[in-house]
């Protein structure tokens, strides 16, 4: 039992608790919550702070422990079970999540956080139009939510409801014209034309000198889009050049020495594998399109998944999120090479991640950085296909450096310098493959496909072991929802626009010419 002395200090410590969260200063927020939780081990706030806390530094299964301990006490505590619901997503505990999060839709079905969670669990599992009516239910209970009518603004885009989406980005610059996501989203599809009054608004936004680095950052590369549209190539360079220079910026801790590290440790490990002697066993089927961002994988992904035994699962984080906190440790390395146990049991569990997309088609993955895990997936899934984009390197590196990606594995793309360098592990990590495997990987070129669409598409349709349908032919009738941001390009016809673009940026961009195939 609690004094009043007690009392008093708990609800004094809780204010410093919540404004040391507001604050980002998550580890003071822990070392203060574990305390206080030592005097009241009741109250469902602490359990809270400290698992979100730890969410935010990316520590989701300590914050689960954290959750799980709280629901102990108090089974039915909705602020919890929602943000277990949103620690499980963060795990890929898409199930988990989902029964917490629908919990709480059970008792209060007008829950807003509860509604937005597992909408963007819907997401996740490329259940976009799920997504939708869950975003739109949340939308009817706050339509004032930035973060909410972001994210149905992007739903609407992926599902190709342009007018839906637009009137949502219209309510955003209502909302707080200072902010410039909504011009983000819209750059994305809209095209652009001499005097278009988008444009003109977004060059008022980007002199305000209210606006903070980051929207600035969303409006340069906005208008670089505009100008691009316009075939104004010297104007359009001047905004993604800024924008990469102040995007650049914001990571201060990164170097492209991961990514080499990475490469050689895959190919030290690889090296010696006898590949021969893997089983060709009756895997479930998988597709996996691989290469550089804006290399064509899209296109190939759209073509692809017009199939009607192909379901097209977009960017996966399956294979990274399994390997990439692992493979740097020694334990777990010898493990895998050494032990076939072990590599069934995983085989096993990556699959069901695979298979809560879909559990009856073939599933397409189409995450380009896979290139790192190819032998992996060999090893794993050895009746998997592995298609190859290439595609132009200047014109991909062009279209990579011209864009700003949400994928927070990216941060070499915004440097001239480390673009190169990671263009180059991409080649090393390639070739090597290429070598290792040999026949494996089919090398699907973007500038054939564009040339001549039909022949190429009927080599690719049957290097997947699919039979031969029409559809496949027009893509533009795929109604996959799209999360790149090639959104608008994937749903036209094919175009040959694009194909040595990058001869018009040689001369703002010299780093072109240090690239080669």
């Known amino acids: 039992m609690l004094n ?43 359990y809270n702070y400290i698992a979100l806390s730890y969410n935010n530094l990316r520590m989701a299964e300590v914050a689960k422990q954290f959750l799980l301990k709280g629901l102990e006490i108090n089974p039915k505590n909705q602020s919890l079970l929602v943000n277990l619901g949103s620690t499980l997503r963060a795990t890929q505990n898409f199930d988990e999540a989902e029964k917490n999060l629908k919990k709480v839709l059970n008792e209060n079905p007008k829950h807003f956080v509860a509604l937005c969670n597992l909408a963007n669990i819907k997401r996740d599992l490329n259940q976009d139009i799920e997504a939708t009516q869950l975003y739109e239910q949340a939308y009817e209970i706050d339509k004032t939510n930035p973060t909410l009518l972001a994210n149905l603004a992007i739903t609407y885009q992926t599902i190709g409801q342009f007018d839906k989406c637009k009137k949502i980005l219209k309510e955003m610059e209502i909302l707080n014209p200072k902010k410039t996501i909504q011009d983000k989203i819209y750059s994305s599809f809209h095209k652009y034309e001499e005097n278009d009054e988008h444009q003109e608004l977004m060059l008022k936004k980007v002199l305000n000198s209210e606006i903070n680095n980051q929207e600035k950052i969303n409006l340069y590369f906005a208008l670089s889009k505009a100008y691009s549209d316009q075939n104004n190539h010297i104007k359009s360079s001047e905004f993604f050049i800024k924008g990469n220079s102040e995007k650049r910026k914001t990571l201060l801790n990164y170097s492209t020495k991961y990514e080499t590290n990475l490469l050689n440790l895959i190919v030290e490990n690889f090296k010696n594998f006898k590949f021969e002697n893997i089983k060709n066993t009756k895997s479930p089927n998988l597709i996996f399109i691989v290469g550089l961002p804006r290399s064509g994988t899209t296109l190939l992904h759209q073509i692809i998944s017009s199939h009607s035994k192909v379901f097209g699962a977009g960017e996966l984080p399956i294979l990274r999120s399994n390997f990439i906190e692992k493979i740097f440790k020694k334990a777990w390395i010898d493990e895998f090479f050494k032990n076939n146990q072990f590599r069934e049991k995983l085989s096993i569990e990556i699959m069901n991640q695979f298979k809560l997309h879909n559990n009856k088609l073939i599933i397409l993955d189409k995450a380009p950085l896979n290139f790192q895990w190819v032998g992996f997936i060999k090893i794993l899934f050895p009746n998997a296909k592995i298609i190859h984009s290439k595609r132009n390197l200047k014109d991909t590196a062009l279209s990579i450096y011209k864009n700003v990606f949400e994928d927070i594995n990216m941060p070499w793309s915004y440097d001239q310098n480390e673009l190169i360098q990671f263009i180059d592990i991409y080649k090393n990590f390639m070739k090597f493959w290429h070598n290792k495997i040999p026949n494996y990987i089919y090398d699907c070129h973007y500038e054939k496909i564009v040339n001549d669409k039909e022949t190429e598409t009927k080599k690719l349709i049957k290097f997947c072991n699919l039979d031969w349908e029409d559809r496949c032919i027009d893509h533009t009738k795929n109604t996959n929802g799209i999360k790149t941001i090639s959104i608008s390009q994937a749903r036209k016809p094919i175009y040959k626009s694009s194909i040595n673009l990058s001869n018009f940026y040689k001369g703002n961009l010299k780093f072109l010419e240090d690239i080669s195939e």
């Open 4 to 46: 009043n002395r007690d009392i008093e200090y708990i609800k004094k410590e809780y204010k410093k608790v919540k404004n040391l969260f507001l604050a980002g200063q998550y580890k003071e927020v822990i070392e203060k919550t574990k305390v206080l939780l030592k005097k009241d081990p009741t109250q469902a706030t602490f």
